[in-house]
Nanobody, 127 residues
Framework: QVQLRESGGGLVQAGGSLRLSCAAS????????MGWFRQAPGKERVFVAA????????YYTDFVKGRFTISRDNAENTVYLQMDSLKSEDTAVYYC????????????????????WGQGTQVTVSS
């Protein structure tokens, strides 16, 4: 089992940047493709970005493409989400999650394929 803990959230003005971190414990993170999701107030949790086990292929949802960058450091057992050009609509609780290895090498966008989740970190973007 792996435990995930997000950090780096906070309050930022529109146009600013934040870097979220997701630190893992319990098992090595290199066993898992990793994803970031977010949940805005009153809305469902949605996929944001994913990265494969080695840090190679990545995938982004359209509304963050070109502004957010997912990366990982397996030696540090940490996954990152660099968020630039933030908009007010990016305000949400951001969660990192580990993709079930049995779901294959394809990066998944559905929560169904992610078995381990962090507690979330709040990102608030003021306009």
């Amino acid at each position: 089992q792996v435990q995930l803990r997000e950090s780096g959230g906070g309050l930022v003005q529109a146009g600013g940047s934040l870097r979220l971190s997701c630190a893992a414990s319990g098992r090595t993170l290199s066993s898992y493709a990793m994803g970031w999701f977010r949940q805005a107030p009153g809305k469902e949790r949605v996929f944001v970005a994913a990265i494969n086990r080695s840090g190679g292929p990545t995938y982004y949802t359209d509304f963050v493409k070109g502004r957010f960058t997912i990366s990982r450091d397996n030696a540090e057992n940490t996954v990152y989400l660099q968020m630039d050009s933030l908009k007010s609509e990016d305000t949400a609780v951001y969660y990192c999650a580990a993709q079930d290895p049995s779901s294959g090498v394809t990066l998944r966008t559905s929560e169904y394929y992610y078995h381990y989740w962090g507690q979330g970190t709040q990102v608030t973007v003021s306009s």
